[in-house]
């Protein structure tokens, strides 16, 4: 498996590329946006992992072309996830916040590698979300993160991390692609879809 | 203007008021007091000369030069020697079952001598006061007859006046003067508190920011070394620390975040929400062995970003689990047009106000917290233009929240 992980931190960059490597196979570094843009333009990676304070090119003109080209991107954030940045029209696959470890890291890359080789499709009620292509049928892409909230409210599990957020954005998101489904909780019960105006 | 600013203008321009009104209402009162006890002075005059001057008077007129010196105005009020020709005064003496009346003197021009007898019938009950506005009446005996002298004070109480008119308006001038000075002042006294403020928040932001990246290195340095030597005792010293920090980071990260100039405002249901948030964290209330008490009327709303309320309910709880010792309440109702949230707990401290736990890196006695939660909360709280207090009553800790 080959990687692009790109921040302008050299320490972080020369850490996890240790820690990579043995486990997913090659990493290759970047620590600014305009070497990012020429190496994805001339090479293939399985996954692209960007500093969301890269320089000279930003992260979000990186996450359009990666995602021109269906590269799974993870974008790395130094705040909590929320509504505003899940609303991004160039919406990374995934965003992982700093601080993290290893393990949290590899498990984000390897969720969002699976969901693209996945093939599924969630469907409940008139909502229909594409896993493998990231996004709500005829509408607005969503994160893996998002995928993983609605995939819990369906199965009735509990929420990832941050889930609060994922469900404003995704229901923000059914809203835009003018679905009826919405997810609301309901007291004793949790959170579930329903279908507005029921 | 913030609000602590409009606070301290609106604070000081009400001590001025207070202040200038108690100086001016005991200067004017004073004042009036002491007209009236000349207007008594003179008409106790009058009752010991059976109520009036002696035309030829001449004694007062000679203690004037014995007043006099270089530094002396002379006799004034009662004790001037004009007063038996200046004064405007009649007197009518009645018998004593008070069918005849006598005019017993008249140096008045206002009214007629007839009218006076009317006025004087009218007052013959009373003792001493103030009749028509500026005349003063005195009624006494003497010798079976009861005399009623009304002596004119308009020319006297008219300074008095001047005084209570001029003093209002100069009390209105001084607040404006005095608003303008603030206006001014206050923008000198808050410009430092607002900048050490924003620092303080530019600070945070950017320590949040640059503790994420070195705690992340440190972490993946402490994997790496675990991977080649193995853990021990000092790598997994290091991990509970990172963690501390990365605990810390969160909480910083929060800091502002709902002052946000992007923030949704929608119709947030807050019953859900503390339901959602309560239901979420019964695990943790379990391991703790916490019980815990709801009382949530349904379908409560508020406007407001939901972030910054799944937030609040979240920090409200994560409080409650960290200080709670047997048992945590939530009440959330509707009082009034007002939503109230009030969240109560056996935390074991002294009573009293506890105000104090909203300031940020402030904790309660024997507190491991960071300082930070219920900061967060107020914030929260004074963004929606909400009001939060806390205190310990026999005990309990009771937080409530109106918005």
Not at chain 2, 3 to 10: D, H, Y
Request: some cysteine; glycine content about 8%.
């Amino acid at each position: 498996m080959r990687i692009l992980f790109a921040s302008p931190e050299r320490d972080l960059l020369e850490c996890f590329k240790s820690l990579f490597d043995p486990d997913l196979g090659e990493t290759v570094t970047a620590f600014d946006g305009t070497q990012v843009l020429y190496i994805i333009a001339n090479e293939q990676f399985d996954a692209v992992i960007i500093d969301s304070a890269l320089p000279r090119i930003g992260y979000r003109e990186i996450t359009e072309k990666a995602n021109a080209k269906n590269t799974p991107i993870i974008v790395l954030t130094y705040g909590p996830v929320n509504p505003h940045m899940l609303s991004e029209e160039n919406l990374p696959n995934d965003y992982l916040s700093f601080p993290f470890n290893s393990e949290m890291i590899f498990g984000a890359v390897k969720n969002v590698l699976a969901k693209k080789s996945s093939g599924e499709v969630i469907r409940v009620g008139d909502a229909e979300i594409d896993v493998s292509g990231f996004c709500i049928k005829n509408g607005p892409r969503v994160t893996a993160t998002e995928t993983d909230v609605f995939r819990a409210v369906v199965e009735g599990k509990a929420f990832p991390v941050d889930g609060r957020a994922c469900v404003s954005s995704l229901n923000a998101k059914f809203a835009q692609a003018g679905l009826k489904t919405r997810i609301k909780y309901m007291t004793g019960k949790g959170f579930e879809t329903v279908t507005e105006n029921e | 203007m913030n609000k602590a600013e409009k606070k301290f203008r609106l604070y000081a321009i009400l001590v001025i008021f207070v202040l200038l009104t108690v100086l001016l209402a005991v200067i004017n009162g004073v004042n009036f007091t002491m007209a009236a006890g000349d207007a008594d002075e003179i008409t106790q005059m009058l009752a010991e000369r059976q109520g009036a001057f002696d035309q030829g008077e001449t004694a007062r007129a000679e203690g004037f030069a014995e007043k006099g010196g270089p530094f002396s105005m002379g006799p004034l009020g009662p004790e001037s020697p004009e007063m038996n020709k200046s004064l405007r005064y009649f007197t009518v003496a009645f018998t004593e079952k008070g069918e005849n009346a006598e005019t017993v003197a008249f140096h008045i021009s206002a009214v007629s001598e007839s009218e006076a007898v009317e006025w004087a019938k009218g007052l013959i009950k009373e003792k001493t006061g103030w009749t028509r506005g500026s005349y003063r009446y005195r009624v006494y005996k003497r010798s079976g007859i009861t005399y009623v002298t009304v002596i004119d004070q308009g020319r006297e109480l008219l300074p008095c006046f001047r005084i209570l008119i001029i003093s209002a308006a100069g009390e209105i001038l001084s607040l404006i003067i005095a608003w303008i000075m603030l206006l001014g002042i206050g923008r000198k006294v808050y410009a430092p508190l607002e900048e050490a403020d924003r620092k303080q928040k530019n600070f945070i932001k950017n320590a949040n920011k640059e503790f994420r990246v070195p705690i992340t290195v440190i972490s993946g340095n402490t994997e790496l070394a675990e991977k080649q030597y193995g853990p021990d005792d000092r790598t997994r010293s290091t991990r509970r620390q990172l963690a501390k920090l990365g605990e810390l980071v969160e909480k910083l990260g929060k800091i502002g975040i709902f002052e946000a100039s992007d923030a949704i405002s929608e119709n947030v249901p807050l019953s859900e929400y503390l339901n959602a948030a309560i239901d979420g964290a019964a695990e943790r209330f379990a391991s703790r062995g916490l019980d815990v008490r709801a009382d949530i009327e349904p379908d409560i709303t508020v406007t407001a970003d939901p972030e910054t309320m799944d937030r609040m309910t979240g920090e409200l709880i994560d409080n409650s689990l960290k200080f709670a010792l047997h048992t945590v309440y939530f009440t959330l109702k509707q009082e009034n047009g007002y939503v109230l949230l009030e969240t109560k707990n056996d935390a074991s401290l002294p009573d009293g106000s506890a105000d104090q736990v909203f300031d940020r890196f402030t904790t309660l006695e024997n507190s491991d917290g960071t300082g930070l939660g219920l900061s967060y909360v107020k914030d929260i709280v004074k963004s929606l233009s909400g009001r939060v207090s806390a205190r310990v009553e026999n005990g309990m800790f009771i937080l409530r929240i109106t918005l």
